[in-house]
């Protein structure tokens, strides 16, 4: 009995291989990547991932800013058109 297990161990561990093998020919045959090559790639990605997210955070700090310089045109703008015609004349004429 124990050389029918040790054969049956022996059987599947050699069809594991051979199937591992053809899996791997059919891989290079159609050119798909290998297991090297998606790493290459996932670590590229991921550099490329980490420039992008930099750059966007510096272009959302800018636009934030802008944001916020507008906003505060804008308010100046609103006082502006809200406030009384002589009020905004005095002022004005103080600013000369």
Not at 28 to 46: C, I, Q, S
Not at 55 to 77: F, M, P, S
């Amino acid at each position: 009995m124990n050389l029918f297990v040790a054969l049956m161990v022996v059987a599947v561990t050699l069809i594991g291989a051979l199937a591992w093998l053809a899996n791997n020919l059919i891989r290079v045959k159609h050119g798909y990547p290998t297991d090297e090559e998606l790493a290459m790639f996932a670590a590229r990605a991921d550099r490329q991932s980490t420039e992008q997210i930099r750059q966007l955070t510096d272009e959302n700090g800018r636009l934030q800013n802008k944001v916020d310089r507008l906003e505060d045109r804008l308010a100046v703008l609103e006082r502006i058109a809200t406030d009384p015609a002589e009020r905004t004349a005095r002022e004005i004429e103080q600013l000369r």
